[in-house]
Every structure is written in C-alpha cells, then in structure tokens.
C-alpha cells in the first residue's frame, strides 16, 4: 500500500525508527571492528623495526593515528592533559555520533540520530557517566556540595542546591533535544531540496555533511565541560564562589 507522506518524511516516520537501532548496532560494531583491528596493527608495528610511526602513504592506521591525534589536541584544550583518561568515551562518542549523522545523509538510509530513542540514549550515556565520575572523583557528601556552589549561607544553599541538581538532571533533555531537532531539521531540509532540485541539491549535502560534524562536535564537547565541572574538587568550586 502506497505511503501517505512525502518520500523526504520517510526517516522521521516512526516505523523506522527499528532501522535505526538496526543501523546503529552495524555502527557500533563497525568502530568496535576498527578499535580491534587498529590494536593489532599497533601492537605488530610497536614489536617490529618500524615503530609505530605511520608509513608515508595513506593507510587505515595513519588515519586512525591522525584522528587520534588531532581529537587528543582537541580534548587537551578543552579538558587538559591530565584528563586523557576520558579520551576512550569522547573519541567514541564523537565517532558514533558522526558516523550515525554522516549515514542519514545516505539516500534511504534511516536517520539514525534522528530517532528520540537513540539520541536519549546517547544523552543518558552522557549524563551516568560525568555524574558517575564527579562521584568517583568527589564522594557523594563532596559531589553534593557541587550543587550548592561553595554558598554556606543556609538560607540561600539550599534553593541553589535544588536549582543546579534541576539543571543538572536537565541536561539529559536539552542534550537529547538539541541533537535530536537539529538533525532532524537538517535532514528535513535536506529532503526538500532533493525533491525539488535532485542532483542540483549537491550543495545541500555539503551542508548537510557540516552540520552532522558540527552536531557531533558540540555534543561531544558540551559532554567534555559537564565532566569537567563534575570532576571539580569541592573545594576549588569554594575558593571559586568564595
């Protein structure tokens, strides 16, 4: 039986929404394939005479090297270098999200990051893991003063404390919605113009292609400051509202 809506629609119907677990599952194990096969390229390199220096030529491992890299110095920047522990989550994270935007561009593909459920998840990954952190680093009793921004004034503590656990939870919703509606915008413009311009609609893609790098990016990075401040000694957060 032939659809209701328009072919540009398809990705944001809901009965596609199983294609894009299904798609981000192939994602998934794809980069986990990388991860497995960049460690043995690295591991033969580091037990041979040739080091692990990438060679000239273009090659998987030189590109991987190059990513490694290049999202290290990033990270270095945002984060510092002694917090390169949390390079593993945030180089996946931003290589998921990337590849999840980059394949909805994909003429049929699903949009996988344009599917609620999968951009809550990646939003609720976001949120255990800088709060699990921020209670590793600071206990509970030290993570809880956190909220209450070094203020010892009672009567003005403890309706800061609930006002920055309320953003704090709420960052599970504005990091889903943000990735969410901006890809699906993205998207959805991007249907249009190929329904009315076709192969003149190139442009649109290159621009589809900028925003899907930009999205991953200011997840990412947004990921990388709640970390940062989760992490926060208790007492420099004092000394800093002090």
Not at 43 to 57: L, M, N, T, V, Y
Not at 108 to 119: A, K, L, Q
Not at 144 to 169: M, N, Q, Y
Request: one cysteine or more; aromatic letters at 14%; a negative charge.
């Amino acid at each position: 039986m032939a659809s209701d809506h328009p072919t540009y629609l398809t990705p944001l119907i809901p009965e596609t929404n199983m294609q894009a677990v299904l798609v981000a599952m192939l994602i998934g194990t794809g980069l986990v394939g990388l991860g497995v096969k960049f460690a043995k390229i690295a591991r033969q390199r580091s037990q041979s005479d040739e080091g692990i220096i990438p060679s000239a030529g273009i090659s998987l491992f030189g590109l991987v090297d190059l990513f490694t890299e290049t999202f290290l110095s990033f990270q270095d920047s945002v984060m510092g270098r002694e917090n390169r522990r949390y390079f593993p989550f945030m180089a996946t994270l931003f290589l998921f999200l990337l590849c999840g935007n980059i394949i909805g561009l994909i003429p049929g593909m699903p949009v996988t990051t344009g599917s609620i459920g999968i951009t809550l998840g990646f939003a609720l990954a976001s949120f255990v893991y800088f709060n699990f952190h921020g209670l590793r680093e600071n206990g509970f009793f030290g993570y809880c003063k956190h909220f209450s921004c070094g203020i010892r004034i009672v009567f003005l503590a403890v309706p800061i404390f609930f006002l920055e656990l309320l953003s704090t939870v709420l960052r599970v919703l504005t990091l889903n919605l943000r990735l969410y509606w901006n890809i699906t915008a993205d998207h959805l413009v991007l249907g249009v113009f190929t329904e009315l311009l076709g192969f003149a609609a190139i442009p649109a893609y290159i621009l589809g292609t900028f925003v899907a790098l930009i999205q991953a990016f200011v997840f990412t990075t947004l990921s990388m400051v709640y970390v940062q401040l989760a992490t926060q000694h208790s007492d420099t957060h004092e000394e800093e509202h002090g």
